[in-house]
């Protein structure tokens, strides 16, 4: 079997409790999936099902799947492990009270965070550290050979070692204002993080604006902010992008 190729459903934000869901594996470039799908002519005799796993849960997030090589992590009724061959579930830890946004996995971690970034060991499962950052750190987190990082709705971008979970250092992507700063999503590539903050403006955060911001990873310091000056644009769709120019994407 060649490398695998998963097709799995996106959700809201806010998910869906009690969804049923099947995670599947192809063999070539392509997916069939028995039933009245659309395919093309002559696909069926090509292209092969691996395997299909069921996946009933919560999931409450943006995105569901990480991957080492040799297992498939999902952040499907907690953060479960499958094995990327076969599709068997290997183990799964439990969800915690607040949905994580997003599960990375590096030299053999996996990495959450929301109310806490916990970093669970990719063959058993087991926890191997915790850290409480300064209040909820839902952003959509990074990690590389060095750190993890999280970012919190105080504006703080957070590096953590990801063999202990202590700070390398902790940094305002944004100065913290009068209302919530949210930072919504980091990207780690080479020497910089690029990070998205959604500032909110007003008592009830119906208006913001958003920030896109570059750091030193080794450092926390900032390189350079551009700021969106069209208030309330809708630049938080998806947590994804901010400052109405710019997308956080990487090739990695």
């Not at 100065?175 to 930072?183: F, I, K, L, N």
């Not at 903050?197 to 990873?217: F, N, Q, Y």
Request: one cysteine or more.
């Amino acid at each position: 079997m060649q490398t695998a190729h998963l097709a799995l459903p996106r959700f809201s934000r806010r998910g869906f409790a009690g969804v049923a869901i099947t995670l599947i594996a192809c063999s070539f470039s392509a997916c069939v999936v028995d039933g009245p799908l659309e395919q093309t002519p002559g696909t069926r005799d090509t292209i092969r099902v691996a395997w299909r796993t069921p996946l009933v849960g919560n999931t409450g997030t943006l995105d569901l799947l990480a991957s080492d090589g040799l297992r498939l992590f999902t952040l499907v009724d907690g953060v479960s492990a499958y094995d990327l061959g076969t599709g068997a579930r290997l183990w799964r830890a439990p969800r915690a009270p607040i949905a994580p946004p997003n599960v990375v996995s590096r030299d053999g971690r996996v990495f959450v965070s929301s109310s806490a970034a916990i970093a669970l060991d990719a063959g058993t499962g087991a926890e191997l550290w915790r850290f409480h950052p300064d209040t909820t750190s839902d952003a959509l987190s990074a990690v590389d050979g060095r750190a993890f990082y999280i970012g919190s709705d105080t504006g703080t971008v957070y590096a953590l070692d990801v063999r202990t979970g202590q700070p390398f250092w902790s940094a305002e992507a944004v100065a913290r204002g009068t209302y919530r700063t949210d930072v919504t999503s980091i990207l780690s590539f080479e020497d910089v993080l690029y990070v998205s903050v959604i500032e909110e403006t007003s008592p009830t955060g119906h208006l913001k604006r958003g920030w896109m911001v570059a750091m030193d990873r080794f450092t926390g310091r900032v390189l350079w902010r551009y700021r969106n000056e069209r208030p309330n644009e809708p630049h938080d769709a998806r947590r994804r992008a901010s400052g109405g120019v710019g997308s956080l994407a990487s090739d990695e």
